[in-house]
């Protein structure tokens, strides 16, 4: 834990005040964590997709950690299907688990139903899905995470220039706190101008859409420095950019994104790559912690309304020495 | 189409037996799935989870009968016959267009009544592509397919649009005897569909448009018209379904063509269980619910949804590869 949390460059003193909390509150729950249980309980687990590595890795970090609390897990993948996420949480509903943890989704489509979830008595945990219904969220800090990624782009850019957003996936929870936290930070340089109208990021063909509607802007707007940076919510679309942004030989053009694929951080990590930063999580621990909260809940304890585990910005300058842990990380779990 | 002249006892025997063997090995198979999960499944039996599949399956069954309609009309032979590859795209269309009148400040009376004219409209193009410029099926509903696509994206940007209205209220949580209005809906639309099909004139006279257009034709039956109303039907039962799929997700999102491949799985299975290999209600319906029953059975044995894809995508190459099977002993 503690190498992948150390003081970045960037960091404001309050969030590294904030994190360091956070951090001693994990350790501490990760000690009573040997002490818990879920023998002979079941467990529902309702994710709306694992086609992407943050999503696949809590997924895992669930689904492992009810297993080696000797629980027994009704894991449901909808496969990115609405439709689908929303038959699984009734049949969670018919099934009447001792409780039920919900991963991401859209929040318009997800809310009533985890409302039905708690008025059936159910415990209800959530990943990265904020909503009144639920009794705890388990989530990095997205808002630290949404403000030092925008303040790393503004720095970089020197406080002036136009950037292209990607933002597709307002409706879900945490995009929407990283995108509203982006425009927060940008009332504070005028001179930064998003490029209207914003782009959509899709599922699934996020990369080639990113990379086509990025070659189409920048053909747009061919003078160098006229599109200094790309910003998404996450970083698949971030890929996408950053091939387009080579390919059409516009290196000056930097992009952002979150999540640390391994993908991603390996481009950071490449000097020549025009992946400027990427806010990394640690999506198997908050799927892990989330399991935890569950239960600590059932044997009684308090459990917070969120937990957040930290997550840490990677860019040019610290890559090799941050970015490292998230790629070992990676490659113990499996998951490329 | 062609020939339904079957010669001789051995011309009748030979078609017989297999058509008895498509229909047994289907209803056979259909047994076996449903047994298996009544037996593995935890869960499976209770009531509250059979009522759950019923009303999670009113969607499929409503884009289902209008693809039945459509092969009905227009001919069950797979390459040439009536098909509408358009009705999920459609159904997407719609719900975006539903959510953003109620968004934009509509009753739900405008906002339905709009609806079912944009469903009606793309029908509409369906049966002038068809029927007016004489375009295989396929390819004129596969074209209408990306219009409606472009149009659904050009209208929500590929985003989630949320809505409420006491319509939508009224479909996601009214009950009436404990079992909810989704579930009552599929049930008097079944009725609804199975009268105006099996017993009335305007049914068999589709049948007949269907099975043999000459013979219709020479029978004074307005081929054409009665064909092109089927798309347009196809058109309305999008329009309806897309109401249903905003009030379960209390919002339009993005990503309705993955519908698809279940409505076509539905309207062919539902050909196995008559006897000239032609949709009917009944099997329809049956269809419909099993797909329900298979991807609940999955869920509850902790099988990948994904899936579910897969046994859909082979049961339609089953069914199409039975059924030429027993056609082709007809010739």
């Known amino acids: 834990m503690e190498e992948l949390f150390g003081r970045s460059g960037n960091m404001l003193k309050m969030a590294v005040a904030a994190c360091a909390l956070l951090c001693a509150a994990y350790t ?48 449901l993948d909808a496969g990115r299907k609405d439709q689908q996420q929303i038959a699984h949480l009734q049949t969670l509903l018919a099934q009447k688990p001792d409780a039920v ?45 949404g403000a030092e990624i925008a303040l790393q782009m503004v720095a970089d850019m020197g406080g002036k220039g136009n950037v292209l957003v990607f933002n597709g996936f307002y409706s879900v929870p945490v995009c929407k706190i990283r995108y509203d936290q982006l425009k927060y930070v940008l009332t504070s340089f005028p001179e930064v101008k998003i490029i209207e109208p914003e782009l959509r990021d899709v599922i699934p063909n996020t990369v080639q859409k ?127 | 189409m062609a020939s339904a002249s079957a010669s001789g006892p051995k011309g009748l025997a030979g078609r ?89 400040g509509y009753s739900d009376l405008v906002s339905v009544a709009a609806v079912l004219l944009v469903g009606a409209v793309v029908g509409a193009v369906n049966a002038l592509a068809v029927v007016g410029l004489g375009i295989l099926p396929l390819l004129a509903t596969l074209a209408v397919m990306n219009i409606a696509g472009g149009a659904e994206l050009t209208l929500t940007e590929n985003t989630v649009v949320p809505a ?14 404990d079992v909810s209005v989704l579930a009552w809906f599929l049930i008097l639309f079944s009725g609804l569909m199975a009268v105006a099909i099996h017993y009335t004139g305007v049914g068999l006279r589709l049948y007949a448009v269907g099975g043999h257009p000459e013979a219709a ?47 076509l799985a539905a309207a062919l299975l539902g050909t196995v269980f008559s006897r000239r290999f032609v949709p009917t209600v009944g099997g329809t319906l049956l269809s419909v619910l099993f797909i329900g029953f298979l991807s609940n059975g999955f869920q509850l044995l902790n099988v990948s949804s994904y899936w579910v894809n897969g046994v859909q995508g082979a049961l339609i190459l089953l069914v199409v590869a039975a059924t030429s099977f027993a056609r082709g002993q007809e010739a």
């Open chain 1, 210 to 336: 990113a990379y086509s509607d990025v070659t189409d802007m920048l053909t747009k707007m061919p003078e160098k420095d006229s599109v200094k940076a790309v910003w998404a919510c996450w970083d698949v679309p971030q890929i996408g950019a950053s091939q387009a942004a080579e390919a059409a030989g516009r290196t000056e053009v930097r992009t952002y994104g979150i999540d640390g694929s391994p993908e991603v951080i390996k481009m950071v990590m490449d000097p020549k790559s025009t992946a400027a930063a990427v806010a990394a999580q640690q999506p198997y621990e908050i799927g892990r912690t989330a399991v935890q909260n569950v239960a600590k809940h059932l044997a009684g304890q308090v459990v917070p309304p969120f937990t957040m585990v930290p997550a840490v910005l990677i860019n040019k300058e610290n890559a090799a020495e941050k970015g490292k842990p998230f790629l070992d990380a990676a490659e113990a779990a499996g998951v490329k």
């Open chain 2, 164 to 177: 409420s209205s006491p319509l939508l209220a009224f479909l996601m949580t009214g009950r009436f005897l």
């Open chain 2, 217 to 263: 034709r020479a029978a004074g039956l307005g081929v054409r018209r009665y064909v092109s109303l089927t798309y347009v039907f196809a058109g309305l039962c999008a329009a309806i379904a897309s109401v249903l799929t905003v009030s379960r997700l209390s919002a339009s999102t993005p990503g309705s063509n993955e519908m698809l491949l279940s409505i």
């Open chain 1, 28 to 75: 501490t729950g990760d000690a009573r964590a040997d002490e818990l249980s879920l023998k002979g309980k079941k467990i529902g687990v309702s994710i709306v997709g694992t086609d992407h590595y943050w999503d696949l890795m809590a997924f895992k970090g669930i689904t492992e950690e009810i297993q080696k609390l000797g629980g027994e897990a009704i894991a």
């Open chain 2, 16 to 104: 017989g037996i297999a058509t008895f063997a498509v229909r047994a090995g289907a209803f056979g198979a259909f047994v076996a799935v449903i047994v298996y999960f009544i037996l593995f499944a935890p869960g499976f039996t209770s009531p509250f989870n059979i009522f759950n599949v019923v009303e999670q399956s009113a969607i499929l069954g409503v884009l289902a009968f209008g693809m039945a309609i459509v092969i009905i009309g227009g001919g069950s032979n797979i390459t040439e016959g009536g098909i509408d590859l358009s009705m999920a795209a459609n159904m997407g269309l719609c719900a975006a267009a539903y959510a953003s009148l109620l968004q934009a």
């Open chain 1, 101 to 145: 943890v919900e991963v991401l989704g859209n929040i318009e489509v997800l809310n009533p139903w985890l409302q039905k979830i708690k008025e059936a008595g159910i415990p209800l945990f959530t990943v990265d899905t904020v909503t009144p219904h639920a009794l705890n969220n388990t989530t990095s800090n997205n808002y630290n995470i």
